[in-house]
């Protein structure tokens, strides 16, 4: 039995070895390694044989037969790829299906918001991630002693500037770039800056390290508070509906002057009150004023004879709003389940 086990795999081999293409790769399967080929053939009589015996030559047909199917695999992934190099391609089988991504819901909103600002009339504006204490904080009106800069909010960052200086941290929101925009294209400016921003918070179902906005910088002559109130209805209706109104109520930020909150009117229950707007029929979107005179002297502006608008939305928000999502960790885990329903 082990002589007839090793003449068949000799005898396998060598014909494998001749193979030329899948017609022949065919017909040596079914002779050796079918249900009814000389190989199945002897591994049935193996019950003819002694219990010592049938142990014994049972471990050596195992070995066989793996050895010929691995070599018989290798021999036809060779020769199917020797056949698609070469062009022969069978037109009649059916197409695989190519798998189609999806995009996050974070991008699809920062589209829609980038859709919108462009029929505006402004223009997209990118800028680092590694940003200098500089531009993040102090152009931005923010002196060393705001409490921004407490490490519990702020990456910093262990490595020097060009000038050899340890300044250099993770930006905590995207107005360094209305400074750098100023810097290189002056006034009048239209510019919308959508970016991802870091801050040093533990995370839960409402607050995450990574994150992203949205800002909007307008300035030119004569801007003034209505422009900013006009700008915000336009894109709340487009947002939200034509039936959205916006309210406006006071509030700190350094880089602008006056600043407020904008709320808009719930879009899930159109102002009647809601669990999401807290039944207050409101939903706080977007923090907004008129740019500060020193952010525009920061940005190599005269506040006496330019003004500016700026606001920002938060796009994680707005995603969870628009897409009813409960958990802003769910953005960045990656899990394609959650991608998928987008």
């Given amino acids: 039995m082990k002589e007839k086990l090793n003449k068949l795999r000799d005898e396998f081999l060598e014909q494998l070895a001749q193979a030329k293409d899948s017609d022949y790769l065919h017909e040596l399967e079914l002779k050796y390694l079918s249900r009814k080929g000389e190989l199945s053939q002897i591994m049935r009589s193996l019950k003819d044989l002694s219990l010592d015996l049938r ?99 702020t990456f910093y960052v262990d490595l020097k500037n060009k000038d050899g200086q340890y300044d250099l941290l993770m930006r905590t929101q995207t107005s360094p770039v209305q400074i750098r925009a100023m810097q290189k294209y002056g006034a009048p400016l239209r510019a919308l800056i959508p970016g991802r921003c870091f801050r040093s918070e533990a995370t839960d179902a409402r607050h995450e390290h990574t994150f992203y906005q949205v800002e909007g910088l307008l300035i030119d002559k004569n801007i003034n508070f209505s422009n900013l109130k006009s700008l915000l209805e336009i894109v709340g209706q487009k947002l939200f509906g034509q039936n959205t109104k916006l309210r406006m109520r006071p ?34 979107i977007v923090g907004a004023g008129l740019v500060h005179p020193a952010v525009l002297k920061a940005g190599g502006l005269n506040p006496d004879i330019y003004s500016g608008l700026a606001f920002g939305f938060g796009l994680n928000r707005l995603a969870m709003l628009k897409y009813n999502i409960n958990d802003v960790r769910l953005f960045n885990n990656g899990d394609l389940k959650f991608l998928e329903q987008f």
């Fill in 55 to 153: 142990q014994e030559i049972g471990e050596l047909a195992n070995n066989v037969k793996l050895e010929l199917q691995s070599k018989f695999a290798e021999m036809s992934q060779t020769i199917n790829n020797y056949s698609n190099k070469s062009g022969k391609i069978d037109i009649t089988l059916p197409g695989g299906r190519i798998p189609q991504g999806h995009l996050n819901p974070i991008t699809l909103v920062q589209q829609e918001m980038e859709d919108i600002f462009i029929s505006l009339g402004f223009k997209i504006l990118d800028g680092p991630e590694l940003e200098s204490d500089y531009y993040n904080f102090t152009a931005l009106n923010i002196p060393p002693t705001h409490p921004a800069r407490d490490m519990q909010d």
């Fill in 251 to 284: 509030k700190f930020f350094p880089f602008v002057e006056p600043g407020n909150n904008g709320e808009y009117t719930c879009f899930l229950c159109q102002g009647q009150g809601c669990r999401v707007c807290k039944y207050t029929g409101w939903l706080e």
